[in-house]
C-alpha cells in the first residue's frame, strides 16, 4: 500500500525536477479527486476474495483490514490499510484478499482499467504503483518472518511502534486503535487471550498506558523498541 506522502523524490537537476515531481504527485490526487466516494460500516467489505478487481481504493477515513480465510475457517489478517493508503492493486483480475472496515470507514473509487490506462502513458505514475505493490509484498514478508520466529511480545511491540511511526510528530506517542483486539490477533497470529495479557503486561511494567480502550499512551519508547528487537 502507498501512502498519500509517497512521491518520487527530487534528484540533482534542482527545484525544476522537484516541481515536476510534485506536480505529477497532485496530478495522481486529481485523478482519485475525480473518484466517488463510498461509506463503508464497521465490518462491512469494500470487496472479498475471488471478486472481479474493477477499482482501486484510497482510504479517506477508518482501517480496512485485508485479510485471507483460510481453509480452517481461521482468519489472518495480513496488513491494516489506514487514512492515505491504496488497496486493489495489482495485476490479476480477481481480488485475492478480503478487504473488511474494522470501524466505519470511507473510501474513494476509481476505476483499475482506467486507472492503469493512465499508468501506462505517464511513468511517474506507473512507478508509483509498482512500489506500492512491492510495499504490500514487503509487509507481507514482514509478517510472514514475525509471525513464524517472534515472540508474544515482540510481535506486538513491532505493532505499536508501527502505529506509532504513522502518528504526526505530535502525537508520536499516542497509539490509536481503530480496530478490536481479535483483529490484533487475527495480524500477529495470536489468541485475544495472549493479545490482551501482553497489553497488561506492558502496562505493569510501565512501557505503555490504555486510556478509553482504543488509545495507548507510549511511556518509554525505547524500551518498547528493545522489546520489539529493534
Do not use: W
Amino acid at each position: 500500500m502507498l501512502g498519500a506522502s509517497q512521491v518520487i523524490g527530487a534528484n540533482s537537476h534542482g527545484a525544476h525536477i522537484a516541481a515536476s515531481a510534485a506536480s505529477s504527485s497532485a496530478d495522481t490526487a486529481d485523478r482519485f479527486e475525480r473518484g466517488t466516494i463510498r461509506r463503508i460500516e464497521a465490518k462491512e467489505h469494500v470487496f472479498c476474495d475471488g471478486d472481479p478487481r474493477t477499482h482501486v481504493f484510497r482510504i479517506e477515513e477508518g482501517v480496512i483490514a485485508l485479510s485471507k480465510l483460510l481453509g480452517d475457517g481461521r482468519r489472518q489478517i495480513i496488513e491494516f490499510a489506514y487514512p492515505g493508503d491504496y488497496i486493489g492493486l495489482g495485476t490479476l483480475r480477481e481480488h485475492i484478499f478480503d478487504a473488511q472496515a474494522t470501524c466505519p470507514a470511507k473510501v474513494r473509487c476509481l476505476s483499475a482499467a482506467a486507472l492503469e490506462q493512465e499508468a501506462s502513458r505517464d511513468a511517474g505514475l506507473a512507478l508509483r504503483l509498482y512500489k506500492a505493490v512491492s510495499a504490500e509484498l514487503a509487509a507481507a514478508r514482514s509478517l510472514l518472518v514475525s509471525v513464524g520466529q517472534q515472540s508474544a511480545m515482540e510481535r506486538l511491540a513491532g505493532f505499536l511502534l508501527s502505529l506509532s511511526a504513522r502518528a504526526s510528530d505530535a502525537e508520536e506517542n499516542v497509539v490509536k486503535l481503530p480496530m478490536r483486539r481479535s483483529d490484533i490477533a487475527d495480524l500477529l497470529g495470536l489468541t485475544i487471550e495472549t493479545v490482551s495479557r501482553t497489553i497488561t503486561k506492558l502496562r505493569t511494567m510501565h512501557v505503555i498506558d490504555v486510556v478509553r480502550g482504543t488509545e495507548v499512551h507510549i511511556l518509554d519508547s525505547d524500551r518498547l523498541a528493545e522489546l520489539a528487537g529493534q
